[in-house]
């Protein structure tokens, strides 16, 4: 090549992408750019990724819709980590005539994640480990698991993996969702009720589900009202699953005990939002996937996966 391509890595918020893989062979052929913030802005994304001919894309943080795909001229591969990414418009990049790679993924991190948030929850880790670097000593009661019940809505590979765990804690395992037969809840481990007695019911509400059109907003106002006051709402899959609007609501009122989240309709979550400032609301930035053997297998897979479209 007479002059080097140019690749973007996008959204390396903790600047990883070159310890956690080999990419001296990518770097004859091109100059790599890897970004470590994050830009919301349809402006200033398309801006700054106007000079690229190779996007790596983190699972969905940066949305690569038509509206921007269309500004990128130069444009013709994108590699995104994971096997699914609904941030892509795929339909515009094949009519635009570039070629999207997706990596492998593992698929542990995120019920692992679930159920952390659940136990933290349960127990008032946070609160007991921020009063205990404070010099207090036992200023709350936790509450126990064993016995509780969980309501899975989505019993698919991950909320699989939860009835699982929850079986190993001897929890009542409930669950619900669209399409779930009898037969596939009772291979999971689970019993299958209706959405409303999984909301009534349940100690402890955890979602699992893909977010699409169908499932955008399952979860409304008048769901989240029907949960029991004492009852925990868990999500790691996707916030738009949802009401966050009557989600803030029910927490502002205390009318569910609280809620332990990963994911939200917008991230980065902006700095004055409600969920970081809520008492009883547990929050992480998104971090469900974000585990060493997870980077590692994205970033290995996007420089075998950017070798092969050189050659």
């Known amino acids: 090549m007479s002059e080097k391509i140019k690749i973007a890595v996008l959204d390396d918020y903790q600047q990883v992408a070159f310890s956690m893989a080999e990419w001296s062979t990518i770097k004859k052929h091109a100059d790599i750019t890897v970004f470590d913030n994050h830009l919301a802005d349809d402006a200033a994304v398309i801006e700054r990724l106007i000079p690229f001919e190779v996007i790596c894309a983190m699972r969905e943080r940066t949305p690569l ?12 591969l994108i590699v995104s980590t994971g096997k699914r990414n609904a941030s ?67 019993l698919g590979n991950i909320g699989s993996k939860i009835a699982t765990y929850a079986k190993a ?9 669209e399409n779930l037969t009898e037969e596939k809840a009772a291979a999971a481990g689970a019993k299958l009720v209706s959405k409303q007695t999984l909301l009534k019911e349940a100690d402890f509400v955890t979602i699992h589900l893909v977010l699409s059109d169908r499932s955008r907003g399952i979860l409304k106002k008048e769901d989240l009202e029907l949960m029991k006051p004492t009852a925990y709402f868990i999500n790691t899959s996707r916030g738009p699953l949802v009401d966050e609007k009557a989600l803030i609501e029910v927490l502002e009122q205390k009318k569910i005990a609280g809620a332990a989240l990963d994911v939200f309709d917008t991230e ?26 997870t980077y590692r297998l994205f970033y290995e897979d996007t420089v075998k996966a950017i070798e092969e479209w050189l050659q």
Do not use: C
């Not at 205990?132 to 019940?149: A, C, E, L, P, V």
């Not at 804690?169 to 969702?177: E, G, K, L, P, T």
């Not at 980065?268 to 974000?290: C, E, M, Q, S, W």
């Open 88 to 154: 892509i418009d795929m339909k515009a990049a094949e009519e635009l005539g570039i070629e999207i790679k997706p990596t492998g993924y593992i698929g542990t991190g995120a019920p692992e994640m679930t159920w952390a948030l659940l136990l933290a929850a349960a127990r008032n880790i946070p609160l007991e480990n921020h009063n205990f670097t404070s010099g207090n000593w036992q200023t709350s009661i936790g509450i126990d698991i064993t016995g509780k019940t969980i309501g899975i809505i989505g």
């Open 65 to 76: 819709n038509r509206q921007r795909l269309e500004k990128l001229p130069n444009l013709k």
């Open 268 to 293: 980065p979550l902006p700095a004055d939002h409600p969920f970081r400032t809520l008492k009883n609301v547990l929050a992480t930035p998104h971090i469900g996937y974000v585990t060493e053997n």
């Open 169 to 177: 804690f001897d929890m009542n395992v409930i669950a619900w969702s």
